[in-house]
């Protein structure tokens, strides 16, 4: 049990059917296949506390997320809910404690395993078209393919490397775009990561959509050299595909509870709030900073660039927020917030212009929760970066992570045109 927040929970029934849950479905944690089939989406409500008090409901969500017993789908702290899908079994037990008054929620959607089945057929066949379409989504060895494709149509303009290998020694792509390569030692760069978080399958599109935009046209790599690592989780993303489609972390075993939250695993106060040092929980920070070949990758890569980023985005899923540091607290205010705001709210509005979609704006961990470790708060700190964002992607929640292919098109647009208007702002502010 974790008593990480001292509180023992469940009780003691529970968390006998808890087992009889994780026998049913050992795939939350283990190896084996999860089949969503019959599992129900609720929408469980959160009380309202200060900005640095995370709601104690959310705190036995997350406890139950660790034992298997749920999976934690989003926090809203302006909608004052969590998302969380439960199996039928657990189910029972989740309408025992409304009932007495411990937990109040609605049921959502009815069977998610339904939502998945149409997401399965709409996955993309095995042709890989060039230009990438983005009308379904791409596994991970079509994503690979068209990565590995690009230097020879392109030798003027992208490199691709290999900057590390993950867990399960998948390689990690770092591609470089700009207009003459080799001339380059004195551009700023602009740094995008996706994929950190294997679940959110539109994170890895909108990174190779922006590398398919960059090279239709070469006024955004004018004296500007990209530096996008679209898969920074390419195990994770492979098992959603295989074996659990809400995964969410990477795919280490240090313990029998496999994988780190790579958004927890950055040194910049790492193991601070809104982490766990539970293995089995989703918001795992890993047995020490730095701990996973992945989170590593990003460090060896960006750490040399100290100085030259100007610009750096990392893609999630899902809520509609674009967010800047500081993640890892309420209290602490950044010395550039007002410059983060303002080109944050610009971004907003060019989307909503663009299509249609609406972001907030704001930052991470007032207007959306505080977390610590994250990618983004140690590229501002440890890298000194002016400009960093992450961009939580569509949609608002009705589908969230398993967001029908029909809305990855529209996705990735928002996306881009966040993207290019720090192209331009770069451009305009630092060559
Ligand atoms: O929790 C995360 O790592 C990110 N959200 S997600 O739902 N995609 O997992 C948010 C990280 C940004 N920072 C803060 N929320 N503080
Ligand atoms: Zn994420």
Redesign the pocket.
């Known amino acids: 049990m974790d008593l990480r927040h001292g509180k023992v929970f469940p009780s003691a029934p529970l968390l006998l059917k808890l087992w009889i849950t994780l026998l049913l479905n050992p795939g939350i944690s283990g190896a084996a296949s999860v089949d969503y089939d019959g599992w129900k989406v609720l929408e469980v409500y959160l009380e309202s506390v200060s900005d640095d008090v995370i709601p104690p409901t959310l705190i036995k969500l997350e406890d139950m997320e660790a034992e298997g017993y749920l999976v934690v789908l989003?926090v809203s702290k302006v909608k004052g809910i969590s998302e969380v899908t439960v199996s039928p079994e657990a189910l029972e037990d989740l309408t025992k404690m409304q009932d007495d008054g411990l937990i109040t929620f609605d049921i959502i959607s009815d069977n998610l395993g339904k939502e998945l089945d149409l997401e399965t057929r709409q996955k993309e066949s095995n042709i890989l078209r060039s230009p990438i379409t983005f009308d379904s989504y791409m596994s991970f060895n079509d994503m690979t393919s068209y990565l590995e494709s690009l230097e020879a149509k392109h030798p003027n303009r992208v490199r691709v490397e290999e900057v590390g290998k993950s867990v399960e020694m998948r390689p990690i792509y770092l591609v470089r775009v700009t207009n003459s390569i080799g001339n380059n030692t004195e551009k700023k760069v602009i740094f995008l990561h996706g994929g950190?978080?294997a679940r959110?399958w539109v994170s890895p599109h909108s990174a190779l959509y922006v590398i398919q935009n960059l090279l239709t046209a070469t006024s955004f790599t004018e004296n500007i050299e990209w530096q996008i690592i679209p898969m920074l989780n390419p195990d994770g993303y492979v098992y959603t595909w295989e074996s659990n489609r809400l995964w969410?972390k990477n795919r280490a075993s240090h313990s029998t509870c496999p994988g780190v939250?790579l958004?927890?695993n950055f040194v910049y106060q790492w193991g601070g709030i809104?982490t766990s040092d539970n293995p089995c929980s989703d918001?795992y920070k890993g047995p020490s900073a730095f701990s996973e070949p992945e989170s590593q990758a990003l460090r060896d890569t960006m750490l040399p660039l100290d100085g030259k980023v100007k610009a750096c985005i990392t893609f999630?899923?899902?809520?509609q927020y674009i967010?800047y540091p500081w993640?890892?607290s309420t209290q602490v205010t950044h010395p550039l917030k007002a410059p983060m705001h303002q080109a944050g709210r610009v971004m907003a509005r060019n989307i909503r212009k663009q299509t249609g979609a609406v972001y907030r704006v704001g930052n991470?961990?007032v207007s959306?929760?505080?977390?610590a470790g994250?990618s983004?708060d140690w590229a501002s700190y440890a890298v000194n970066v002016p400009y960093v964002y992450?961009i939580?992607l569509r949609d608002t929640g009705s589908y969230g992570f398993t967001l029908p292919a029909a809305q990855l098109l529209p996705t990735v647009n928002d996306a881009w045109t966040a993207v290019k208007y720090m192209g331009t702002l770069v451009q305009s502010k630092y060559t």
């Open positions: 989003s950190i978080h959110e969410r939250d958004n927890r809104g918001i999630h899923s899902f809520g967010i993640d890892y991470a961990a959306y929760y505080p977390a994250t983004d992450t939580e």
